[in-house]
Every structure is written in C-alpha cells, then in structure tokens.
C-alpha cells in the first residue's frame, strides 16, 4: 500500500492481518484498482520491487509463444487441435532426463472428460448420468 500512495490503509483494521484482507479484498482490491489502471506494467512491477515484493509481468500467451528464451530452451511445442488444427503452444517447464517430455494435444474443451470421469472415478452409470445432463449440471 505503500507503494501505491496508500500508507494510510495500514491502519484500516480491516486490512490489520491476513484473515481480514482476504474477507475485505474487494474493498482491497477497489483500493489497488485505479492505481494500476493508471500505471504501465514496467511503472507497477518497478514501484513493487523498490519496496521489495516480488512480482513480474505475466506474459500474454502470444509473447510465450514467440519467446526467444523459451525457443531456446525447446519450451515451444505443437498440438494437434480438433477445431484449429495443429496449435502453438508452450512446452512442458519440467524436463526429466529419462521422462519423455512430449505434449500430445492442446486443451481439452469443457465437458471434454466429465462422463470419463462419472464412470472411472465415481462409478456413475448410464441412468446417473442421463439424470445429470437433464439436469443440467454437466455437458
């Protein structure tokens, strides 16, 4: 807060510990807003880290994929797609010596694995999951 201008907010009880920002975080986060909204992500990340908190940008997934750092690394990797057809994306960070480090699709769609789920996992038999869709509390 100090870094934002708001050093007056350190004596808001309702920012006095970690239970009570995270029951407060909108107002929090109301607080936070405007100011970042009016900074660059260069003026944020510089104002965090002069006060000593640790942050950094996260990159747009366009800039993960043309990264010149990762490439170099042979962090970039291909999927096949069923909608677009083979797909740029990134790498698995974990390598391991004698563990195959391949990706063998892109993401799943939503509901991609729910009845694969029901019926390995839970058990769920054909009339249970009829019940769920019609109900409409799966895809």
Do not use: Y
């Not at 920012?15 to 936070?32: K, L």
């Amino acid at each position: 807060m100090e870094a934002i201008g708001r050093a007056d907010s350190l004596k808001d009880p309702r920012f006095s510990n970690f239970v009570t920002r995270i029951q407060n975080a909108r107002d929090g986060i109301a607080m936070i807003a405007p100011w970042v909204a009016e900074h660059t992500v260069a003026e944020v990340v510089s104002a965090l880290a002069e006060k000593n908190i640790p942050c950094a940008e996260v990159a747009a997934f366009e800039a993960v994929n043309s990264s010149e750092q990762l490439a170099a690394r042979g962090m970039l990797a291909q999927a096949p797609d069923e909608t677009f057809g083979t797909v740029a994306v990134p790498g698995d960070p974990i390598s391991m010596s004698e563990a195959p480090n391949e990706i063998r699709s892109s993401c799943p769609k939503l509901g991609r694995h729910t009845e694969e789920v029901l019926r390995e996992w839970l058990g769920a038999g054909d009339d249970e999951i009829s019940a769920l869709r019609k109900a409409r509390a799966i895809n």
